[in-house]
């Protein structure tokens, strides 16, 4: 574990993709909490047709 601490090269890219990570989750919960989904509106060949727009109804 010392020796990936010691490269700074490893430890900017593992950085960035905690960063990304982080910013996916928390666009994906801003979505959610807004009404969107993440299926590409194809509700049609959706397994969870007329559940996930319940409320919208």
Same mark, same amino acid.
């Given at each position: !574990?010392?020796? /990936?601490? *010691?490269?700074?090269?490893?430890?900017?890219?593992?950085? =960035? /993709? /905690?960063? =990304? =990570?982080?910013? =996916?989750? /928390?666009? !994906?919960?801003? +979505? #959610?909490? *807004?009404?969107? %989904?993440? $299926? %590409? &509106?194809? $509700? %049609?060949? $959706? &397994?969870?047709?007329?559940? $996930? #727009?319940? +409320?919208?109804?």
């Amino acid at each position: !574990m010392n020796e /990936l601490l *010691n490269d700074p090269a490893t430890l900017i890219v593992a950085l =960035v /993709l /905690l960063a =990304v =990570v982080i910013l =996916v989750i /928390l666009k !994906m919960r801003k +979505d #959610r909490k *807004n009404g969107k %989904g993440h $299926c %590409g &509106s194809d $509700c %049609g060949n $959706c &397994s969870y047709y007329g559940e $996930c #727009r319940k +409320d919208k109804k």
